[in-house]
């Protein structure tokens, strides 16, 4: 059997629905994605990884259902795929049709994001279950501090990652994590606030309905500006039309826009943890700042 053929039978076994068409979907380098089409007409998508670490799949299905129902996909900017299926090796949700860009649809977006930020129900920084960042680890146990949470659950492990693999000089290290270490002076204190944890901009999908659509998440409450420092990282698409509807929607505290590159100190490590590169050393040069 081919591969295509191996998933289609692997989605028709938890969907209870003929697969009658395939095609391979680019993008993602944990994943294998491949668009379905269903004998009911329906299109969606399925994910799959041979091996995947235990719980990979459930976590984020977990956070897919979590924010689907906070954003409450009712045409207001912001949407999240339906779950339609997953199991230990691949996870299904239906398509949706990329599109392109707009002023208007940045601004829903924005705007959208926010009111996804203030959902949270957590009085506590965390979640009661570990995640994944890709297909790394992600401590969440909860604490009351953010400093504390970020410091002890976003810097340090990752920080620690990179020391063992080589990728980070001790000067390097110690710049970090003196800066991680003044979180407290650095970013104003905030309640949690409900977080895709992964929003870089290969998870921010415009959709051809005029909706922009979250995937992949690793949801987790935390501190909002952590969402919008991955935003800034890797680039997006009229990402200043977006940050000022968020700002117009629920007003960020003074400086956040210098403060963004802090927050970035988080997915820099982990990308240095997984691929090594320059992702360490960026990460110096932005704690130098607050070291």
Same mark, same amino acid.
């Given at each position: 059997?081919?591969?295509?053929?191996?998933?289609a039978?692997?989605?028709?076994?938890?969907?209870q629905?003929?697969?009658?068409?395939?095609?391979?979907?680019?993008?993602?380098?944990?994943?294998?994605?491949?668009r379905?089409r269903?004998?009911?007409?329906?299109t969606?998508l399925?994910?799959?990884l041979p091996g995947?670490?235990?719980?990979f799949f459930?976590?984020e299905?977990?956070?897919?259902d979590e924010?689907?129902a906070?954003?409450?996909?009712?045409?207001?900017?912001?949407?999240?795929?339906?779950l339609l299926?997953h +199991?230990? %090796?691949c996870? #299904?949700?239906?398509?949706?049709? =990329?599109?392109? /860009?707009?002023? *208007?649809?940045?601004?829903? $977006?924005?705007?959208?994001?926010?009111?996804?930020?203030?959902?949270?129900?957590?009085?506590q920084?965390?979640? +009661?279950? %570990?995640?994944f #960042?890709?297909?790394?680890?992600? =401590?969440?146990? /909860?604490t009351? *501090?953010?400093s504390?949470? $970020?410091l002890?659950?976003?810097?340090l492990?990752?920080?620690q990652?990179?020391?063992?693999?080589?990728?980070?000089?001790?000067?390097?290290?110690?710049?970090?994590?003196?800066?991680?270490?003044?979180?407290g002076?650095?970013?104003?204190p905030?309640?949690?606030?409900?977080?895709?944890?992964?929003?870089?901009?290969?998870?921010?999908?415009?959709g051809t309905?005029g909706?922009?659509s979250?995937?992949?998440?690793a949801?987790?409450?935390?501190?909002?500006?952590?969402d919008l420092?991955?935003l800034a990282?890797?680039?997006?698409?009229?990402?200043?039309r977006?940050?000022?509807?968020?700002h117009?929607t629920?007003?960020?505290?003074d400086?956040?826009?210098?403060?963004?590159?802090?927050?970035?100190?988080?997915?820099?490590?982990v990308?240095?943890?997984?691929?090594?590169?320059?992702y360490a050393?960026r990460a110096?040069?932005?704690?130098?700042?607050?070291a």
């Amino acid at each position: 059997m081919t591969r295509l053929g191996a998933v289609a039978a692997r989605a028709e076994s938890l969907l209870q629905a003929a697969v009658v068409a395939t095609s391979p979907v680019a993008g993602g380098d944990v994943c294998t994605a491949t668009r379905l089409r269903l004998s009911d007409g329906t299109t969606a998508l399925i994910k799959t990884l041979p091996g995947a670490p235990e719980g990979f799949f459930a976590t984020e299905a977990r956070g897919l259902d979590e924010l689907r129902a906070a954003a409450g996909n009712n045409g207001s900017g912001l949407a999240v795929p339906e779950l339609l299926a997953h +199991d230990h %090796d691949c996870l #299904i949700v239906r398509w949706i049709e =990329p599109g392109k /860009p707009t002023v *208007d649809v940045a601004t829903a $977006f924005g705007r959208g994001l926010a009111r996804l930020h203030a959902s949270a129900e957590s009085t506590q920084f965390g979640s +009661d279950q %570990d995640g994944f #960042i890709g297909p790394i680890p992600m =401590p969440n146990s /909860p604490t009351a *501090d953010w400093s504390e949470f $970020f410091l002890t659950r976003r810097v340090l492990p990752y920080l620690q990652a990179c020391r063992d693999r080589g990728v980070v000089s001790a000067e390097e290290a110690g710049i970090i994590e003196r800066a991680a270490v003044r979180v407290g002076e650095v970013v104003p204190p905030e309640p949690p606030a409900r977080l895709h944890g992964d929003l870089w901009n290969g998870n921010v999908l415009w959709g051809t309905d005029g909706i922009v659509s979250l995937i992949d998440p690793a949801a987790y409450s935390g501190h909002r500006e952590m969402d919008l420092g991955m935003l800034a990282l890797f680039g997006l698409p009229l990402l200043p039309r977006v940050l000022a509807a968020y700002h117009e929607t629920t007003p960020l505290a003074d400086g956040w826009e210098d403060r963004l590159a802090f927050h970035q100190l988080f997915p820099l490590l982990v990308h240095a943890a997984r691929f090594g590169g320059g992702y360490a050393a960026r990460a110096g040069e932005i704690s130098r700042r607050y070291a």
